[in-house]
């Protein structure tokens, strides 16, 4: 694996506040401010493609802002558009897609560069989360040894990501692994649930009765009544820089530009990386991770999707029709934004995500699966 350092400051011509990330506090530090202390068992815990030492030392925790500084949404409202709300919300802005038992929310990310943290209630407690540092959307379930959480941001970042908290127990949370790195329930993980992140537009779409997030004050945060500039991105820049974080990374793994936008599929001892300039010059890709039938691809629009193959068992290896968002297979015809067969044998059949996590930032990937291997079709 070659790696390398890359600059920690912005390119030229880039603006970024990282208003989400930094509240002045600024530098390292360990968690001294009424988070739990216990640290469980400790020992290795499966985590990403290798093991994960846990609890993570206090001093691999870097200070980003201070606890709260970020206030997750706690109340969330939802509405069919923003049209009675004083933000703008366009066909074109990403959104973080949710369907769980035929109800479709989606989760702008005007809104969640801001808050980062959303927790919900579908038929179980949800969990939606955002790192803007790491691309990464991470959706999941938040009940633990059968109790609901409810979490927020810690204002710790651990490899550039996001530390969760959960006010139950003040443990520390990894976003992207949804493990529990420190505190009393060191060790324990979240139920991952599927999500897309795509654009506002092309999710409508696909699910013409979903609901969107409505931003604060109309949902309420951790706080109370918060508001910001919703139509103002405070990262303006970062995803097309080479700066990883703010500052703490010191090695990259360079085999993909690190702001590269990858979808990420781990099963076994195997983790793929298809980048989205890969399967966007690629009708659709049929793959294995792992012992793992995959097939992956981008629509149109550019919304990277990877789905289980497998229907009763057998896996169906597909073709796409030209210049649409339909692949063919096994006698049916198959929505790539949803994954079910919209005809023939299988008419109504839904394929299952391969992937655990939505779509992320490259560096990002790497670092918690560091032994992935990247798609490619030479």
Same mark, same amino acid.
């Given at each position: 694996? &070659?790696?390398?350092?890359?600059?920690?400051?912005?390119g %030229?011509?880039?603006t970024?506040?990282? =208003?989400?990330?930094?509240?002045?506090?600024?530098?390292?530090?360990?968690?001294t401010?009424?988070?739990?202390?216990?640290?469980?068992?400790g020992?290795?815990?499966?985590?990403?493609?290798?093991?994960?030492?846990?609890?993570?030392?206090?001093?691999d925790?870097?200070?980003g802002?201070?606890?709260?500084?970020?206030?997750?949404?706690?109340?969330?409202?939802?509405?069919?558009?923003?049209s009675?709300?004083?933000?703008?919300?366009?066909d074109?802005?990403?959104?973080?897609?949710?369907?769980?038992?035929?109800?479709?929310?989606?989760? !702008?990310?005007?809104v969640?560069?801001?808050?980062e943290?959303? &927790?919900?209630?579908?038929?179980?407690?949800?969990?939606?989360t955002?790192?803007?540092?790491c691309?990464?959307?991470v959706?999941?379930?938040r009940?633990?040894?059968?109790?609901t959480?409810?979490f927020?941001?810690?204002?710790y970042? @651990?490899?550039?990501?996001?530390?969760?908290?959960d006010r139950?127990?003040?443990?520390?949370?990894?976003?992207?692994?949804?493990?529990?790195?420190?505190?009393?329930? /060191?060790? =324990?993980?979240l139920?991952?649930?599927?999500?897309?992140?795509?654009?506002?537009?092309?999710?409508r779409?696909?699910? !013409?009765?979903?609901? %969107?997030?409505?931003?604060p004050?109309?949902?309420?945060?951790? /706080?109370?009544?918060?508001?910001?500039?919703?139509?103002?991105? !405070?990262?303006?820049?970062?995803?097309?820089?080479?700066?990883?974080?703010?500052?703490?990374?010191? *090695?990259?793994?360079?085999?993909?530009?690190?702001?590269?936008?990858?979808?990420g599929?781990?099963h076994?001892?195997?983790?793929?990386?298809?980048?989205l300039?890969?399967?966007?010059?690629?009708p %659709? %890709?049929?793959?294995e991770?792992g012992?793992?039938?995959?097939?992956? $691809? $981008?629509?149109?629009?550019? /919304?990277?999707?990877a789905?289980?193959?497998?229907?009763?068992?057998?896996?169906?290896?597909?073709?796409?029709?030209?210049?649409?968002?339909?692949l063919?297979? *096994?006698?049916?015809?198959?929505?790539?934004?949803? +994954?079910?067969?919209?005809? +023939?044998?299988?008419?109504?059949?839904a394929l299952?995500r391969?992937?655990?996590? =939505?779509?992320m930032?490259?560096?990002a @990937?790497?670092?918690?699966f560091p032994? /992935?291997?990247?798609?490619?079709?030479?």
């Amino acid at each position: 694996m &070659n790696r390398r350092t890359f600059l920690v400051t912005a390119g %030229v011509g880039v603006t970024l506040s990282l =208003s989400g990330c930094l509240d002045g506090s600024g530098g390292a530090g360990a968690p001294t401010d009424g988070f739990e202390e216990t640290n469980g068992d400790g020992g290795m815990s499966p985590v990403g493609s290798g093991n994960v030492s846990l609890p993570v030392p206090k001093d691999d925790l870097n200070r980003g802002a201070s606890k709260d500084a970020i206030p997750a949404i706690v109340s969330p409202k939802f509405g069919s558009d923003w049209s009675d709300v004083d933000a703008t919300l366009d066909d074109g802005e990403l959104v973080i897609g949710v369907e769980l038992d035929g109800e479709a929310r989606a989760y !702008p990310l005007a809104v969640l560069n801001w808050h980062e943290i959303v &927790n919900d209630q579908f038929d179980r407690p949800v969990l939606v989360t955002y790192c803007p540092l790491c691309g990464s959307a991470v959706v999941a379930e938040r009940t633990v040894a059968g109790d609901t959480r409810t979490f927020g941001v810690s204002g710790y970042l @651990w490899q550039s990501d996001l530390v969760m908290y959960d006010r139950e127990s003040e443990s520390l949370w990894s976003q992207v692994l949804a493990t529990a790195i420190r505190g009393s329930l /060191t060790g =324990s993980q979240l139920d991952l649930l599927p999500s897309t992140t795509t654009s506002w537009g092309e999710w409508r779409e696909s699910h !013409p009765d979903t609901s %969107v997030l409505l931003p604060p004050p109309v949902s309420d945060t951790v /706080t109370g009544r918060q508001t910001r500039d919703y139509d103002r991105n !405070p990262y303006l820049g970062y995803e097309t820089s080479s700066r990883v974080g703010i500052g703490f990374n010191d *090695d990259v793994d360079d085999r993909l530009h690190p702001k590269a936008r990858v979808i990420g599929v781990a099963h076994g001892d195997k983790a793929v990386a298809y980048p989205l300039s890969t399967l966007s010059e690629t009708p %659709v %890709v049929n793959d294995e991770v792992g012992g793992l039938p995959v097939v992956a $691809a $981008a629509t149109v629009d550019g /919304t990277l999707v990877a789905y289980d193959r497998r229907v009763d068992g057998s896996a169906i290896t597909f073709d796409r029709e030209s210049g649409t968002d339909v692949l063919t297979g *096994d006698g049916s015809r198959w929505d790539l934004h949803t +994954g079910r067969a919209l005809d +023939g044998p299988h008419e109504g059949a839904a394929l299952a995500r391969a992937n655990d996590r =939505s779509l992320m930032f490259w560096f990002a @990937w790497a670092d918690f699966f560091p032994e /992935t291997t990247i798609y490619s079709t030479e």
